[in-house]
């Protein structure tokens, strides 16, 4: 009989990084011969309709009465209907924290990706604090604070339940196999085939964007640091290049981020274009002259890895993180001072005026093959076939 693999996540409620990554597996699964079923504690219907799930099955396993943070504590509590979902022979992989806990009576074999160690239980208080930007996320944090020490001791005894650990990026293997006494498999999250470089004139008229530009992209939110970015611009030594950034933005910060490029005096060239479709992320990343990350010790960017899957350059903090891990200083970009707002500011002027996405448009495709679903593919189903074939 045919295995199926069981795709597991808290909620689909956005269509991000992770969310693309599991359609991703489903598909490597699927290629591999294996039946695919991705399922959530909450789903948004319209979001499942979305196009990155065509031709996948998926369905919500949370209370019909329930919604939001209320949903998904049921769920880890075993309100939920995982046991009609899932059969004993099924594989299941999970993609976080409490998710590996709202599965943990279940005696399938198990597989985990990590992403990053639970935010809410290992950050420091700071910037936990920081990263709880949303209702869901405060709930996480005040809990930390009365349960964390409980928490953490199940966090890792449910990691060590799995057959197989797959890790984002060398980065967090780095931080996460010393914290949970494991050697997890680094396995990047794959670009999808569909981003290479082209020219779209349609959304560059949409937008209305400029032939030059830097650009930055992901979710407008406290813990991604555009406000380091904006403070780098303007500092820059040219000042007719505009900066452009997309990404649905939390309201609270687009209003920060704005009030600061005022105060700097560079508000009429940063330009916010809000949720763009993954279509028009591809025409714009393939525009841009160069891609910032501002980002702190990002885990994986795949924002990065998209950028130069579309011939851009990155520029980004040489501090050891995803972002770094994918950047060959001089080759596909280049590397700053870790948090120096005038390095950054300097390295950004420095790939303008050296024309560097046109001197070095090989470098940065070839740069960005080791992140293609072809290469990453074999990686992952070669380990799922180690796990399955016992």
């Not at 020219?199 to 380091?228: A, V």
Request: charged share 25%; aromatic share 12%; glycine share 6%.
């Amino acid at each position: 009989m045919t295995k199926r693999f069981i795709l597991c996540y808290d909620f689909l409620t956005e269509i991000g990084g992770l969310e693309r990554l599991m359609a991703v597996h489903a598909k490597f699964l699927k290629n591999a011969g294996y039946k695919v079923k991705l399922v959530f504690g909450e789903m948004d219907k319209e979001l499942a309709a979305n196009e990155i799930f065509s031709g996948l099955n998926l369905e919500e396993f949370g209370s019909k009465k329930l919604t939001g943070a209320a949903k998904i504590i049921s769920g880890i509590i075993g309100l939920n209907s995982l046991k009609e979902i899932i059969q004993p022979d099924d594989v299941l992989i999970s993609y976080s924290f409490p998710m590996s806990v709202t599965l943990r009576k279940l005696k399938n074999t198990k597989i985990l990706y990590l992403n990053h160690f639970p935010n809410f239980l290992y950050l420091p208080l700071r910037d936990r604090w920081l990263w709880a930007n949303n209702a869901k996320r405060k709930i996480a944090f005040f809990y930390s604070l009365m349960l964390g020490p409980i928490t953490k001791k199940l966090d890792k005894k449910y990691i060590n339940n799995n057959s197989l650990i797959f890790i984002n990026s060398n980065f967090t293997k780095k931080k996460l196999d010393p914290l949970y006494n494991i050697d997890g498999i680094v396995s990047y999250p794959p670009v999808n085939n569909i981003f290479h470089p082209r020219y779209n004139e349609d959304t560059y008229i949409k937008f209305e964007l400029p032939s030059r530009y830097i650009f930055s992209s992901g979710r407008i939110i406290p813990d991604k640091r555009y406000d380091l970015l904006i403070e780098a611009f303007a500092k820059m030594e040219n000042k007719k290049i505009p900066l452009v950034i997309s990404g649905k933005w939390d309201k609270k910060e687009y209003d920060k981020l704005n009030k600061l490029a005022e105060e700097l005096g560079v508000a009429n060239r940063i330009y916010f274009l809000g949720f763009v479709t993954t279509e028009e992320l591809i025409d714009i990343y393939s525009a841009a002259t160069i891609y910032a990350v501002p980002t702190k010790q990002e885990d994986f960017g795949l924002c990065s890895a998209e950028s130069i899957s579309c011939g851009c350059p990155i520029i980004t903090w040489d501090d050891e993180g995803g972002s770094c891990e994918q950047t060959i200083d001089g080759i596909n970009g280049y590397v700053a001072m870790p948090y120096i707002t005038s390095d950054l500011a300097r390295m950004m002027d420095k790939c303008i005026k050296e024309e560097f996405k046109i001197t070095h448009h090989i470098e940065i495709l070839n740069s960005a093959k080791k992140f293609s679903e072809e290469h990453q593919e074999n990686i992952f189903i070669k380990e799922i076939k180690k796990v399955v074939s016992e």
